[in-house]
Every structure is written in structure tokens, then in C-alpha cells.
């Protein structure tokens, strides 16, 4: 494999990893694999294709800007036929490099898509006039959802929300909660073991002997065990095995499999 380790979003902001590439008219596929996946294709310093679960193009650009979380490889032997992506590099990562701007702020008060919050019930007893937008993400924050979860059950960008969580906060009706550490994995429920079993079997069919290899350095990049492997990145999980399979029809063939029996498994549970 031609992956190389280029930094983790825990610790460093993707716009800076890009930036080097771009800057250095490089070539190849910028990787993303964490709670979410993501693929950002550069040919001579030019971004021409990007993807982002079903967001292709453009479209995936501003959910890519904000991820903060997950491993991020860089492949130089692989290129895009697809050019889904018609703004120059240099307006692209001037716009990128605003929105950083703006993410510095925000980041004063929401510092991680991990962190949580919860209403103020003694918030002073005057009123306040909440916007509409405003109504969902006070909604759901109980304390126990993370910021990534709230954005995604009311299908808002992480920009968004954590820019109304802010507003929020500078309100007095929210403020970051304490969780404890039992209660950090909740509601997060596991996949069944079987599941690996399954994927170890129809990857053999496609790989033959090394399956077991793949499926545990797999598992190790993604830092969990198949006992308490979260429901909630087994799609990131099958696409990066799915990466590791060079031919098209193998690679197609396990792909449908396991979605087959990622669905059966979600049925039986």
C-alpha cells in the first residue's frame, strides 16, 4: 500500500495538511477515516474531486472543511477520472482559510465535535427570544449528545450548529456539561460479533489468506475490537476495507456482501 500517515484531526486542522499539498503542487488522494469518511483528489496542487458520504463535488466541500476527527492518509499513486470540483485551488482554499477564521471563534466555546451540552436551568429568569434555528439544537442537548450527533440528527453542518451552540451559550441557556465516563459511550450500541466473522469470510473470498491480516490492522487504525465495535462507524469500517481490495469486481462483490449483511444484522438486532 501506498498510504502515508499525514497527521490526525485530534491534533492538527486538515485545512493545514491540505494546504502543504496544495501549495506543493502535489498529486494523489487525501484520505479521511474517522466517525466519517472522506476522499479530497489533487492533481499539481489543484483539488478536482471530492466526496463526502453522498456529497460529491463541491457540495462535499464545506462538511470536509469541518471534520476534527479521524486518521488522515495521503496516496500518491492514486488519481480521479471524475472532476466533480471547478474552483480554482486558490479561491477554494482562500474560502477555506476564512472559514477557519470563523472557527477560531467558535472554537473559544465549542472545542470539539466531542463536546457536549446541557440547558442552564437558573439562567437568570429573563426572557430571551430564541430563533427557530435555534429550537432544534436546544432540543437535543441533554447532556449527553455530542456535537456531532446533534448535527447529524437535525442534518445540519457542524459549522452551523456549533455556531448556534455559541449564540447559545452567549445567551446563558446552554453551557458545556461534565460527562462522566461511563456514560460517554451511551447511546452507542455495538455491533453483534458475528459480523466480523461474516467479514472475515467474504473477504477470503476476495483476497484469500491475508483476510485476517487486513481485518485486524483495520480494526487497529480504527482503534476498537470487534466486542465493542460502535454501530456508528461500521459503514466507515466496510469502506476501508473495500479501499484495500485492488480489483473493481472483488472489490464491488465484498462491498455488496457486507452491506447485505451489515442490513441483516440491523434486522436481527
Not at 1 to 11: A, D, K, P, T
Not at 137 to 156: E, K
Amino acid at each position: 500500500m501506498f498510504n502515508e500517515l499525514i497527521g490526525n484531526l485530534s491534533e492538527i486542522r486538515l485545512f493545514d495538511l491540505v494546504k502543504t499539498l496544495v501549495d506543493g503542487k502535489n498529486s494523489g488522494v487525501v484520505a479521511i477515516k474517522g466517525r466519517a469518511t472522506a476522499e479530497l483528489f489533487i492533481e499539481e496542487g489543484g483539488i478536482v474531486h471530492c466526496q463526502f458520504d453522498t456529497l460529491v463535488g463541491e457540495e462535499a466541500i464545506p462538511a470536509i472543511m469541518d471534520l476534527d476527527d479521524g486518521r488522515v492518509t495521503f496516496n500518491w499513486q492514486l488519481s480521479s477520472e471524475n472532476h466533480t470540483v471547478r474552483m480554482a485551488a486558490e479561491q477554494l482554499m482562500s474560502n477555506w482559510a476564512q472559514r477557519e477564521e470563523e472557527w477560531k471563534k467558535i472554537r473559544k466555546v465549542v472545542d470539539s465535535s466531542d463536546a457536549v451540552f446541557s440547558i442552564v436551568w437558573e439562567s437568570g429568569g429573563h426572557d430571551r427570544t430564541i430563533l427557530e434555528k435555534q429550537w432544534g439544537v436546544l432540543a437535543l442537548c441533554n447532556g449527553r449528545r455530542n456535537i456531532f450527533d446533534v448535527a447529524g440528527r437535525l442534518g445540519r453542518s457542524l459549522f452551523e450548529v456549533s455556531g448556534i451552540l455559541c449564540d447559545l451559550v452567549g445567551m446563558g441557556l446552554l453551557e458545556k456539561a461534565e460527562v462522566d465516563e461511563r456514560l460517554k459511550t451511551w447511546p452507542r450500541k455495538t455491533v453483534d460479533e458475528t459480523f466480523f466473522t461474516t467479514a472475515e469470510t467474504e473477504l477470503k473470498k476476495v483476497v484469500g489468506p491475508i483476510a485476517r491480516i487486513l481485518l485486524n490492522d483495520t480494526l487497529a487504525a480504527f482503534e476498537e475490537t470487534p466486542e465493542s465495535f460502535p454501530n456508528d462507524r461500521v459503514n466507515s469500517f466496510i469502506s476501508t476495507l473495500c479501499d484495500q481490495i485492488e480489483e473493481e469486481p472483488k472489490r464491488e462483490k465484498f462491498g455488496r456482501a457486507m452491506s447485505l449483511a451489515w442490513l441483516s444484522s440491523l434486522e436481527n438486532s
